[in-house]
């Protein structure tokens, strides 16, 4: 079983930035794909960025050049740093492993507001 903890939410002011962090536990990280997705009220849940376990990266072309994922293998950690934040990023945050089977975190609130 793979557990997954979301931190890093809060307000921000549009332009702000943020960086969520998804730690993860109970198994080998490192041979797992990671994701972050996100959902906002009365939409679907879509991805937003994704990480192989060997570093490449692929991103929603709604937030390129803005949105960065990376991750720490040594701390069971996957990062996505936010910055130039507008209000439509306004949504929760969701982690997803996928190792053998897919696992997803509770979620993180990010809303961006002035």
């Known amino acids: 079983q793979v557990q997954l903890v979301e931190s890093g939410g809060g307000l921000v002011q549009p332009g702000g930035s943020l960086r969520l962090s998804c730690a993860t536990s109970g198994r080998d990280f490192s041979i797992c794909a990671m994701g972050w997705y996100r959902q906002a009220p009365g939409k679907q849940r879509e991805l937003v960025a994704a990480i192989t376990r060997g570093g490449s990266t692929n991103y929603a072309d709604s937030i390129k050049g803005r949105f960065t994922i990376s991750r720490v293998n040594a701390k069971n950690t996957v990062y996505l740093q936010m910055s130039s934040l507008k209000p439509e990023d306004t949504a929760v945050y969701y982690c997803?492993?996928?190792?053998?089977?897919?696992?997803w975190g509770q979620g993180t609130q990010v809303t961006v507001s002035s």
């Open positions: 997803n492993a996928r190792c053998i089977n897919t696992y």
